[in-house]
Antibody, heavy 118, light 107 residues
Framework: EVHLVESGGGLVQPGRSLKLSCAAS????????MAWVRQAPKKGLEWVAI????????YYPDSVRGRFTISRDNAKSSLYLQMNSLKSEDTATYYC???????????WGQGVMVTVSS | DIQMTQSPTSLSASLGETVSIECLPS??????LAWYQQKSGKSPHLLIY???RLKDGVPSRFSGSGSGTRYSLKISDMQPEDEGDYFC?????????FGSGTKLEIK
């Protein structure tokens, strides 16, 4: 079955940067759009970014546009999220997700925690 | 942005009961609606996409329906493993948005 494993989370001070990675396996990574979705503690889900198969097209919500950058390396079957100018409200578990039919998310990683605090 | 109003916030059901969760988008989304289940401490799992299409492997007691600005998820014959949080998500327009979630517990 599809396997997605996130890494790179941790505790970071406000204003600093962090880069998350997602290693994908057991499917043809380059055939799928990929996304990041986050969930603040005890809260709901928030979509963070999505990237096309080639990496040339990306979309973000206003809450992270200009601070976060999604990218991918198809040769390495890896997805990334570069997060700059982090704020306390970015504290969340970040999930890597594969785009499924009709821009649903049909497979999710186990998530990685990011805590932004001084 | 399309706001997704989900209700109820929580509900409890007995084993074998049928429950429904509703999602009201702030504008029409042309059936671009998915439902997810998230068990405690786990990542979400896709149940339904395109309003009513079950993901492979999802039990047939889950069903989805709706159109326009009113969508619902129905769980028939409630089972212990159905306990968890449920979220709707629209994919009609960016930014992709989720409902606030429904906590479903066994009574």
């Amino acid at each position: 079955e599809v396997h997605l494993v996130e890494s790179g989370g941790g505790l970071v001070q406000p204003g600093r940067s962090l880069k998350l990675s997602c290693a994908a396996s057991r499917f043809t990574f380059s055939d799928y759009y990929m996304a990041w979705v986050r969930q603040a503690p005890k809260k709901g889900l928030e979509w963070v970014a999505i990237i096309s198969t080639s990496g040339t097209t990306t979309y973000y919500p206003d809450s992270v546009r200009g601070r976060f950058t999604i990218s991918r390396d198809n040769a390495k079957s890896s997805l990334y999220l570069q997060m700059n100018s982090l704020k306390s409200e970015d504290t969340a578990t970040y999930y890597c997700a594969r785009e499924g039919p009709r821009i649903s998310f049909d497979y999710w990683g186990q998530g990685v925690m990011v805590t932004v605090s001084s | 942005d399309i706001q997704m109003t989900q209700s109820p916030t929580s509900l409890s059901a007995s084993l074998g009961e049928t429950v429904s969760i509703e999602c009201l988008p702030s504008e029409g989304i042309s059936n671009d609606l998915a439902w997810y289940q998230q068990k405690s401490g786990k990542s979400p799992h896709l149940l339904i996409y395109a309003t009513s299409r079950l993901k492979d492997g999802v039990p047939s007691r889950f069903s989805g329906s709706g159109s326009g600005t009113r969508y619902s998820l129905k769980i028939s014959d409630m089972q212990p493993e159905d306990e968890g949080d449920y979220f709707c998500q629209q994919s009609y327009k960016y930014p992709l948005t989720f409902g606030s979630g429904t906590k479903l517990e066994i009574k």
